[in-house]
């Protein structure tokens, strides 16, 4: 009786559920905007000087007002593709192509530009007017067109072999596609974590490894207290798209490697650099990049499994009056599993922030608590972050904690082992 009522009421659910994604997310994000005019804790006071808190909260409420409009225009588009778009687009591409894999192909593609192209005023503004504005772009229109041409490049050498892959399993095999294309994703990923950063950055950016001096000394010294061997620690020009910070950790085995901005020597001290390299170096030492990885793998396999179920539903399609086909399938699978995703996506970022707070207490352990405390402050007054966000935003949408939990839970682990070594002194 339930696969009845669905079946016969499932285009009014796909609507339903883009509605209230839609919803959720608007909501959400109102009330973190309006969480905003709360007093600040007194923790976190110093962040920001009066005349740099009235430029972050003027620059929130920007960027608040142009993701509303965005996702509002967002959500006109998709329910006009679920009501007229798809089934005709569908039906237009049936005309000069035969063969289904090729059809869905083009389907997919003409999806992917369009979406890219009613995004690009809504970049282009956020990138040239807000970003200018608060003083972060350094994006010219040269290298803004650049990245765009870059990325379809990619999509072309990349993504569109994979993708002509995977449909050519379910060709092939039908519902048993899902493990083969698993196999597939598995060793591509795999693949990319190895080589992001000697193929894929590259192509956007310029890294260059650390100069030899006095920094490059701390970071050997450090190296040799957490045993981790640090040869690969490289700068990337991050300045030239823009002033904000950032580091990163990237890479499995031999091929890992520690990414700073190049705007971040600018902006923070030796010892503060130092501080976010060992939380950088914790992230590898518990694991949390294979973790993420394996995690992605598992998720992956449940979400094949899933889409070979509803791809191979003939009543699916037949209750929505279309013409079977992995794409249409895959439309419908993406908003049917949206209640899925977004539950996975809370237990996944709830362990993610988890990981970041293990990472910090290894850069507690290693003496760098202080400093990692100056460096985040630092971090989020150069980017204009939030102090504190809503509690609930942060459980649903963070994948790192806010600067008031990290402060919080650095302070904690300064605490406990001050105490440890009194005890043991």
């Known amino acids: 009786m339930y696969l009845t009522f669905v079946l016969e009421n499932l285009f009014a659910i796909l609507i339903a559920l883009v509605i209230i994604n839609f919803i959720v997310n608007e909501v959400l994000k109102f009330l973190n905007n309006k969480w905003r005019g709360r007093k600040i804790p007194d923790v976190l006071n110093e962040v920001y000087s009066t005349d740099r808190y009235i430029t972050y909260v003027n620059y929130k409420r920007e960027t608040y007002r142009l993701s509303v409009i965005t996702a509002t225009i967002n959500l006109v588009v998709i329910l006009a593709m679920l009501i007229f778009g798809f089934s005709f687009l569908d039906n237009w591409l049936r005309l000069f192509v035969d063969k289904e894999i090729f059809i869905s192909i083009l389907f997919i593609c003409v999806i992917g530009i369009a979406m890219d192209i009613i995004s690009l005023p809504f970049d282009l503004y956020e990138t040239f007017v807000i970003e200018q504005k608060y003083g972060f772009n350094r994006t010219t229109l040269k290298t803004f067109i650049l990245d765009k041409l870059r990325v379809y490049m990619l999509a072309s050498i990349v993504g569109l072999p994979v993708l002509y892959l995977i449909i050519w399993l379910y060709g092939k095999f039908g519902a048993d596609f899902w493990w083969l294309a698993w196999l597939v994703i598995t060793i591509f990923s795999i693949l990319m974590s190895l080589l992001y950063s000697n193929l894929i950055v590259p192509i956007f950016n310029k890294q260059t490894p650390l100069d030899e001096g006095e920094l490059r000394d701390k970071i050997n010294t450090l190296s040799m207290e957490t045993d981790f061997k640090l040869d690969n620690i490289y700068m990337i020009d991050a300045s030239k798209r823009s002033t904000k910070s950032n580091a990163y950790f990237t890479g499995l085995g031999s091929k890992k490697r520690i990414v700073l901005y190049d705007t971040l020597l600018k902006t923070i001290s030796q010892d503060e650099i130092l501080s976010i390299l060992a939380h950088e170096i914790g ?26 179920i509803i791809v191979e539903s ?92 990290r402060i919080n839970n650095i302070s904690k682990k300064m605490v406990d082992k001050a105490n440890l070594e009194k005890q043991i002194l």
């Open 283 to 308: 992230h590898y030492k518990k694991k949390h990049t294979f973790k993420g990885l394996i995690t992605s793998i598992i998720q992956t396999g449940l979400l094949l499994f899933l889409f070979s």
């Open 314 to 405: 003939p009543a699916i399609y037949e209750s929505l009056n279309v013409k079977p086909g992995f794409h249409i399938g895959l439309i419908i699978f993406m908003i049917l599993y949206s209640p899925i995703s977004f539950i996975l996506s809370i237990l996944f970022n709830y362990f993610s922030r988890k990981h970041e707070f293990e990472a910090d207490g290894f850069a507690v352990e290693h003496s760098y608590g202080s400093a990692l405390i100056k460096a985040l402050k630092s971090l989020t007054s150069n980017n204009l972050s939030d102090l504190n966000p809503y509690p609930l935003f942060i459980k649903v949408y963070y994948s790192h904690p806010s600067l008031l939990q």
